[in-house]
């Protein structure tokens, strides 16, 4: 190949690069209607693609709770991640893994808490008809 063409292509990937850095993930993670996965950069540079699970307020914090797609050690294949929304003045928002244990128990608690009520509120609309 060419070496210009290369060196273009190179060019546009950089700039694809500082595209997808610019995204607040605060509005990837509340908009309902994004299917896309999540890609996460690990403290080594290693691209991690997550699903998006959930996305809980809780005690005046924003978590969400992915599921890795791609293989992480110590997480098993069934397992879920509860991340929380770290904000800094003058910063962009970053996802943080959650490493107080109770913490994250409670975030699923909390999650499930809402899976139920949904439930719940499911079955009395199909109760009405």
């Not at 978590?63 to 397992?79: F, G, S």
């Not at 490493?99 to 975030?107: F, G, H, L, S």
């Amino acid at each position: 190949m060419d070496k210009n063409k290369l060196k273009q292509i190179e060019e546009v990937s950089k700039e694809v690069e500082k595209e997808i850095e610019k995204v607040d993930i605060i509005d990837i993670l509340l908009n309902e209607d994004n299917k896309d996965p999540i890609i996460l950069l690990d403290n080594t540079g290693r691209r991690l693609t997550f699903e998006q699970i959930a996305v809980i307020p809780y005690n005046e914090k924003i978590y969400c709770v992915l599921k890795p797609m791609d293989k992480i050690d110590n997480v098993q294949d069934d397992e879920a991640i509860v991340f929380y929304v770290e904000e800094k003045e003058g910063e962009e928002p970053v996802l943080m893994v959650e490493t107080d244990e109770k913490t994250a128990i409670d975030v699923f608690d909390e999650y499930y808490n809402l899976l139920d009520e949904a439930e719940a509120q499911a079955k009395k609309k199909s109760s009405k008809k």
